[in-house]
């Protein structure tokens, strides 16, 4: 959600125009309208949002007077912006409305005779200047409450994600329909306030222009990739995926920029939020080792990089699969985030446990990385994840090694070698169907009950 804003921008001089234009834009889609900010090329006189088919021009300056003179010609005098809608400062408003009629007066708006017009032509915004400049800046309460706002609505899809795949794991286990809801909620409540609180962290600190640290690098990356076609198609995809339209062309590349930076940021703040606790077990209260917490730093690491590189992944089977592909990328991307988060996270703190590397033990952490990889992919509970490791326990030996050794592609080896028993294990899943509406209220009243 972040990188379909102007966040990157806020710092900048300037910034608290991009910064009004993202929150009308967030306040109309909450209020149900059909609102999309399309004023990203930059075109000359082009409208920066359309909301239920109404092209608006936004305007936010100290001034009501510096406002409404912005929207008009500096050498001819007339209007910019015919056939738009000019939206305004909340706090400018009725100011704004009584220039406009002064400059219809004079004959300066095309198309425009009746100064009563004005109030069609002059649209209140939802934030003040103001707020606006307070919104592009990081710690005020202004910017909280948007970047608040801005990951609900992100989260509302994790929610039901979430539970539908913390439902089939907990019945794949064999707890009851009662048991898998309540551990669903508490999942998905737990993801979606995660997700709440990682955003608004990471929407705090792009604001302080950490966002530019890497930039250059970054957008250079992608358009080496972007040279090739495929790496063209790559780059559409993935852009059409996490905006929702399709893009192509320079517009994608810099949006997926856009897309690996803030990611990058967001995966950060999560590693550290994640790994806080431990921090604090291990330097105030005493209760685990420092071996301890990297090995539970780690883990998490695993979990939180293996969750975006599933979405991203997910994103991209769409240039696999042209068509039908970009819709089935798009509902993976959200599923691989959390299934590969999942997986990630159980095979990296499973295989932590049962192999202690050397620095020359390069073949194992072949393995290590390729089970992880299976786990994700097959989404293995922790129980499945542990019947695989005793069969492969089974399996390695120093022959075995050689064996492997001498392979041109270890990765194709150990698919061989192994990814049977992780087909094996979800051919014997039962099928799981979320609850009806009567089972899931049920649950939920025997829940309450007992909570009480």
């Known amino acids: 959600m972040l990188e379909q804003t102007r966040i990157l921008k806020f710092p900048l001089p300037g910034g608290h125009g991009f910064a009004a234009e993202d929150a009308n834009n967030l306040n109309d889609k909450l209020r149900g309208k059909i609102a999309e900010v399309i004023g990203m090329s930059n075109e000359l006189n082009g409208p920066d949002r359309v909301v239920d088919g109404v092209f608006v021009q936004s305007k936010y300056y100290r001034s009501a007077s510096e406002t409404i003179a912005a929207a008009f010609d500096s050498s001819s005098g007339d209007f910019r ?66 970047d608040a706002k801005t990951q609900v609505v992100t989260s509302i899809s994790v929610f039901p994600i979430s539970f539908a795949v913390t439902f089939a794991h907990s019945r794949w286990r064999g707890e009851s329909i009662k048991d898998a809801t309540m551990a669903a909620l508490g999942c998905a409540a737990l993801s979606g306030s995660t997700m709440i609180l990682t955003g608004v962290l990471s929407a705090q600190l792009l604001r302080t222009g950490i966002g530019a640290f890497g930039t250059t690098s970054v957008r250079n990356g992608v358009q080496s990739i972007s040279r090739t076609p495929a790496g063209r198609e790559i780059a559409r995809r993935i852009a059409t995926v996490s905006l929702g339209k399709s893009v192509a062309g320079a517009a994608a590349v810099n949006h997926v920029s856009r897309l690996l930076r803030t990611n990058a940021i967001t995966a950060a703040v999560a590693a550290i939020g994640t790994s806080t606790p431990d921090f604090y077990r ?36 769409g240039s696999v699969f042209p068509g039908p592909g970009t819709v089935i990328g798009g509902l993976l991307g959200g599923v691989g985030s959390l299934g590969a988060g999942i997986g990630g996270t159980t095979a990296a703190k499973f295989l932590a446990d049962k192999f202690v590397k050397d620095d020359s033990e390069r073949l194992i952490a072949r393995l290590q990385a390729e089970i992880e990889q299976l786990a994700s992919k097959y989404m293995l509970t922790e129980d499945e994840l542990e019947y ?36 094996a294990i979800v051919r014997k899943r039962p099928k799981v169907s979320l609850p009806s509406v009567e089972q899931l209220e049920r649950a939920i009243d025997e829940i309450r009950l007992e909570s009480t």
């Open 81 to 146: 912006y015919n056939g738009q809608v000019l939206e305004v400062p909340k706090d400018q408003w009725e100011d704004c409305v009584k220039f406009m009629r002064k400059w219809i007066e004079q004959g300066k708006v095309p198309g425009k005779k009746n100064p009563a017009d004005a109030k069609k032509i002059v649209h209140q915004g939802s934030v003040t200047y103001q707020q606006a400049k307070n919104i592009a800046r990081a710690g005020n309460i202004d910017s909280l409450i948007f």
């Open 282 to 317: 291990a330097a105030f209260k005493r209760s685990i080792s420092w071996q301890q917490f990297g090995k539970n730093t780690a883990i998490n690491a695993a979990g939180v990089i293996t969750g975006t590189a599933g979405w991203i992944g997910g994103a991209a089977i």
């Open 388 to 423: 695989v490791i005793t069969k492969i326990d089974q399996t390695i030996n120093p022959k075995w090694l050689r064996r492997m050794f001498k392979q041109k592609d270890p990765s194709i080896f150990l698919r061989v070698e192994f990814e049977y028993l992780f087909k």
